[in-house]
Every structure is written in C-alpha cells, then in structure tokens.
C-alpha cells in the first residue's frame, strides 16, 4: 500500500502548458495590467514630483519679486533730484553758473 506521488516536474510542467494553451488570454490581460498599473504609479510619481518642483519656483519667484521691488526703491531714491544735487555740491564742489556767465545756443 504505498502511494506514489508525481513527480513535482510534472506539475509544473501541466500548469505551464495549460497557461500557453487555454489561459493565454488571462495571461497576456494579466501582463498588461501589470504594465498599465506601473504606468499609473510612475505617471502619479512624476506629477507630484512637477507640482512641487513648480511650488518651489513660486516661492522663489516671490522672493525674486520682493527683491526687485527693493531695488526699485533704492534706484528711485538714489536718483532723486535733491539728492544728485547736494552730492554734486559737497562731493564735486560744484556750482550753479551765474546767470551772466549762461550762455544760449539757438538753431536755426
């Protein structure tokens, strides 16, 4: 009364055949499921990845922005009127010329 096992070969040999012969369709759906779900995590991956990469260059881009608004400020103050005038008298000890000394320049 012993009992004979099949061998293990065989088995997967009757599994492997009966994959190519009835269930390839399953298993060619099965691949494609594979593959399209990959697609979606490396798709969602990328997307998340773009959105922050994009947050990042707007807040830099408000950085940027308030600097220049900055330097905007500087440049007017820098070139006001007043200010050109007394650093070109205490600086370069200049004058205005007197009237008598103006001279004018008409073209015809």
Same mark, same amino acid.
Do not use: C, Y
């Given at each position: ?46 997307? #998340? ?5 994009? @947050?990042? =260059?707007?807040? +830099?881009?408000?950085?940027? %922005?308030? !600097? ?14 007043? #200010? ?5 008298? @205490?600086? =370069?000890?200049? +004058?205005?010329?007197?009237? %008598?000394? !103006? ?6």
């Amino acid at each position: 009364m012993s009992q004979s096992t099949p061998p293990q070969s065989s088995l997967t040999k009757m599994i492997g055949l009966d994959l190519l012969g009835v269930g390839r369709l399953h298993a060619i759906l099965l691949i494609f499921i594979f593959i399209s779900a990959i697609g979606v995590v490396l798709a969602t991956h990328n997307t #998340r990845q773009m959105a922050v990469q994009r @947050e990042n =260059l707007l807040l +830099e881009k408000d950085i940027l %922005d308030g !600097e220049w608004r900055n330097l905007i400020l500087e440049e007017s103050a820098l070139a006001e009127h007043s #200010r050109v005038q007394s650093r070109s008298v @205490e600086e =370069l000890n200049m +004058e205005r010329p007197a009237p %008598d000394k !103006e001279v004018i320049i008409k073209l015809r």
